[in-house]
């Protein structure tokens, strides 16, 4: 708690007001247009999407660090299921953040000793709920404007809904959200190749989330077996199965850079929970949003009552929103 009160306090003293920045002729002419994109964001989220900006994302800091924390996931061995931690306030999380890589690779190791697959990853931005007013920062500053909209859309939506202990809920809730703002933004500005770019990479996550979620589920079949032996061998065969099978995906978007670290760098359970955590519950969603033909307060209220349900229950009326 001690370094997660320091990092938040260096945010703090870094800040400066996006307003002073406009004119300050000394920031460069990029970083300006982007902070401008940022403001038009924040403004459609509030009118169109009927979320709470007030305040938030009106100053910029610059950590002069890549990411502002870092996530350590854990899992056991032979296992789909993700270690969790309980916080005050957010509950039950599956992953420990930290504001220096040095903290989350001692955690990583520590936890490695136990025996369990470990992922540690960066963190571009993160919300604090409402607690206090969220900056702009340098660790997502460079995205293209539909990735800098999207974030701020994402990161605004925890703020309109949070349930302590479901990850996989605020996280799914936030990026179907995130998807839909974005499309109508894109929609309004009248930009058809920006509009057919989004599809093109929405499509190429749910493809990805999809081969994520197929090769969990054959995990899940191989770690039923007894002898550990055979556990072992049934995990590395569905792993190399699994980046054989994103390399054929590459092929087919045309885009071989597209998860390229999934096939550069070591997959474990730890690291495939990442992507359930975010995608397994989207297209429920966005099919609940299609029932509120996209009146996004309607959808909120709907989501709200969902959120009252027993975590398992909200699982199942999501997952039975799916058209297969």
Known sequence: YGQAARGQMQ??????????LLVDPTIPDDLKRRLKVIEEARAFA??????KASGHYTSYADLERPYVVW????????SIEAESWWYPIVGSQTYRGYFSKKGATNCAVELREEGLDVFVGGVEAYSTLGWFRDPVLNTWIDRDDPRLAALVFHELTHQRLYIAGDTSF???????????????????????EAIKAWDALQQQRDDFANLVKTTRA????????????????????????????????????????????WITYPVNNARLNTVSTYYDLVPGF????????????????????LSRK???ERRTVLEGLVKY
């Open 11 to 20: 945010i703090f003293t870094r800040q400066k007001p996006i307003n002073d």
């Open 46 to 51: 509030q009118s169109r999407l009927k979320l």
């Open 71 to 78: 996530n350590v996931f854990a899992a056991p061995r032979h």
């Open 170 to 192: 605020n996280e799914a809730f936030a990026t179907a959200v995130e998807r839909a703002g974005v499309r109508l933004w894109l929609e309004e500005k009248g930009d058809e």
């Open 218 to 261: 054959a995990l899940k079949t191989a770690y039923a077996v007894d002898d550990v032996a055979e556990k072992e061998s049934g995990k590395q065969q569905i792993i190399e199965e699994f980046q054989s099978k994103l390399t054929g995906l590459q092929s087919d978007w045309g885009n071989t850079n597209s998860y390229r670290s």
């Open 286 to 305: 966005l099919a609940l949003l299609e029932q509120h033909q996209g009146d996004f307060e309607s959808f909120y209220e709907a989501v709200k009552k």
């Open 310 to 312: 027993k975590k398992n």
